[in-house]
């Protein structure tokens, strides 16, 4: 007994001893004192095991209660190694110990290559059946890693450990991010950053059972490292061959560059990143590779053909109307309401009463139907831009954001349109953090003259969960506006971005009803079920806000369209669709990329029901139904809406009916699709070029 006390005193000691220390103070305890401390260790990784196997032994279990043997063996098999290395002393030579560190530098890669493909999705079937070239290239980026710390530290174990610390994070991440919103990291995510850290708070990170090996993995590779003898100070002594192998491994991670991100080397070998579903490259190519693919996907091109001649041509077919006194100027609000979507629309789904009664029994004097969007369970930024750009993503890198990436400095938008006929204030609200997606600068590019944002709300006004209700976002709109009334007659304008149905849908609140529930039992999904409750909550208020506005004399016009489908699960879109999203072809697919519109004034216009566009069209035909004055891009647009009426960043439809890629030069619709390229390349890359066809004439 008092043997183990001193042992615990001296794990006391080295624990306190400052970094360079623990060595000194681990090699003065003789043999005995040494088991002993490691016995402990051992001991306390053991309860550390068993208290992790019984907090999360449901996920060792299937439903039929039979072991997961893989999952088990990860498991186990983690927790001994690394009690094997707690108790392994190093007895080799230089030459064993150079052979072990070459042994580790080709399985440690190898080994999470494997495994953070498991937790992806793949089965040990799968990523065996992998080509070669697709592992051997995925390996080749951890490796890349290893290599910078190397040539840096010259230190084996160091440079494994940071390697498996990188290749952990990328594991979690995607686990996490499959959770979340069932799309994996792409490079275009890296941009969003500071939108992610602003709504991260409102997800569950309780960390599942692969975070758990994810972590035990890293540790292990952590403790067998440092029992490795290397050269390091030998080598530190020669620094030529320090200087060596840093220009070496500039040389190799210089040409991996070039090949994988600069050349056509991964898309001449069929490495390409499945834009509808991106789980899908990152299951059959491999997750870092498929990362590293993504990035080229951010490049942009001048599109072949383009020259200004073009656009100027273009600029004379589809001039701009000028800016008149008597032109018809109604108040403008734009509502893009966040997740507002028609699942029954989606897929077979039926519900104990309608979700949005209100929205659909508007006839009178209202424009609805469904649009296209570029984007499902996320991203909203990317519809704002289409809307009030009038520019597709079919044009720009797959899974970028012109947010982040493109929109440098004032760009024409239907806000600069409106500010040339003398609309003030003109107004951008949205009831969260004003950072996300740079917002901020984006909108004074815009011409915004105010952003409102979560900071101008009264922390009384009403939530819904933890988010401002629509409710109260309308009763903001409807302040702002006789707010504006009361100092000046000049129109009125407000685009507003709500935050009422944001993900995630993973818990019951008392702030919100529960009395929509979906009826099919086979098909019925909590998650699905809280955010069809909270899209009848945003039914009440749109009633709300329109009976406020039938009220009034002012002529006004209400565009009101939901940016994307909610980021349920897989398995309940599957159901409601009768196929396996994984078996869909990309037409099929587009099913999941349509948010209901409406455009209505309190005044005669004509009415339309059920008509699908899509959302970069949805601007020009406000301005058309409502007389109102159109530049020549809005002009064109709504002229190619004829030929090719729906468009998003991964197809088109034709007015034949027919689904044709972007890329297909065989489509009877290529010469108008190619003319839409000149002029929103010209738009947002050659600002200032030829403007006028996207302002009207002064």
Known sequence: MQEIKEALGSIKAILKAPGKKIGGKWEKLDKKHKMILKCVAAVIILVVG??????????????????????????FGSFFIYVAAVFFKNPFGEIVNTALSTLMIVTVPLGWFFYMQV?????PSDILNMSFLRIALNMWIMLMIFLLVYAITVNTGAALRIMSFFAMLFTIANIYLLKFRQIPLLYSDLSVMGTAKNVAAGYDYTPNLSIIVSVLLFLDVCAVSVHLKNNRAHFKKKLPYRIGMVLLCILMVTGTVNVLVYSSFLKDKGINVNTFRPIKSYLKNGGPIS????????????PKGYSLSKVEQLQQEYPSDGVFDEANTPNVIVVMDEAFSDLSYVGDLETNEEVMPFYKSLKENAIKGHAYVSVFGGQTANTEYEFLTGDSKAFLPQGSTPYQLFVKDALPSLTSLLSSQGYEPLLAMHPYKGSGYNRINVYDAFGFQEFLTEDDFSDEVRHVRNFVSDEADFERIISEYEKAKKSSDTPFYIFNVTMQ?????????????SDIKITDADKSNADAQRFLNLIHESDKALEELISYFESTDDPTVIVFFGDHEPGLSDGFYSKIMGK????????????????????????????????????????????SACGMRMSGYDKFLLEMSKE??????????????????????????????????????????????????FDLEQ
Not at 291 to 301: D, G, K, P, Y
């Open 119 to 123: 937790c992806f999705g793949n089965s």
């Open 644 to 693: 090719v009426p729906q468009i998003n960043a991964y197809g088109y439809f034709g007015a034949d009916g027919n689904f044709y890629e972007i890329e297909d030069n065989t489509s009877p619709y290529y010469e108008m699709i190619q003319k839409y390229n000149y002029l929103e390349y010209n738009h947002l890359f050659a600002k200032g070029k030829s403007s006028d066809i």
């Open 501 to 513: 149905n944001h993900s995630p849908y993973d818990k019951d609140f008392d702030n919100l009803s």
């Open 50 to 75: 068993i208290t992790l196997f019984g907090g999360y032994r449901t996920s060792f279990y299937t439903e039929t209660g039979h072991l997961k043997k893989l999952w088990a063996l990860m498991f």
């Open 580 to 623: 396996s999203l994984d078996d869909m072809s990309a037409e099929e697919s587009e099913r999941l990329y349509m948010v209901p519109y409406l455009i209505w004034a309190n005044y005669d216009i004509e009415e339309k029901e059920d008509e699908t566009i899509s959302i970069n069209y949805l601007k020009a035909k406000m301005l």
């Open 291 to 302: 990362f590293a693919r993504s990035i080229q996907l951010c490049m942009v091109e001048v």
